[in-house]
């Protein structure tokens, strides 16, 4: 389980100080057009953040 874990952080996205609330915001639908593409590609490109995301979208399927 990765659950907010590590990142790799020899990629810009994974640097940034509110990468796991711009993850939320991702997983909440708020985003705009633009960073949802952004954070779409580093999340198509991380396994990291991929499995982030999974595990988080599982989460909350199970709490629904």
Known sequence: ???WGHCDLTRPFCRESDRLARLAEFLDGVLSPREHRRVTAHV????SCRRLVE??????????
């Open 55 to 64: 595990e988080a979208r599982a989460l909350l399927a199970h709490f629904a």
């Open 44 to 47: 198509n490109a991380c396994d």
């Open 1 to 3: 389980m990765i659950l």
